[in-house]
């Protein structure tokens, strides 16, 4: 079984910066890839950032250049680091990995970009 746990959500004011954590258990760490998700209020889940296995990293539009997927090996831990909050990136981020077709998400961490 996997388990999934966010850290590092809180309040920001537009123009800073957060670092988001997502320490995977279980010893299928560097099978797959990992994924970062997003969920505004009244909005679909919408996947952010994509690292696979071999280190290659895929990014939604809206992140592009201001958000950073990256993976502790050492740690089992995903990271994201997101630079540059708008409002816009206001939402409930999670953590995500596909592993024998079983979707395993996390519990989410609030993200809260406001002045």
């Known amino acids: 079984q996997v388990q999934l746990v966010e850290s590092g959500g809180g309040l920001v004011q537009p123009g800073g910066s957060l670092r988001l954590s997502c320490a995977v258990s279980g010893s299928f760490f560097r099978v797959n890839s990992e994924d970062w998700y997003r969920q505004a209020p009244g909005q679909q889940r919408e996947l952010v950032a994509t690292l696979s296995t071999g280190g290659f990293t895929n990014y939604a539009d809206s992140v592009k250049g201001r958000f950073t997927i990256s993976r502790d090996n050492a740690k089992n831990t995903v990271y994201l680091q997101m630079n540059s909050l708008k409002p816009e990136d206001t939402a409930v981020y999670f953590c995500?990995?596909?592993?024998?077709?079983?979707?395993?998400w996390g519990q989410g961490t609030q993200v809260t970009v406001s002045s």
């Open positions: 995500h990995k596909n592993l024998f077709g079983v979707d395993y």
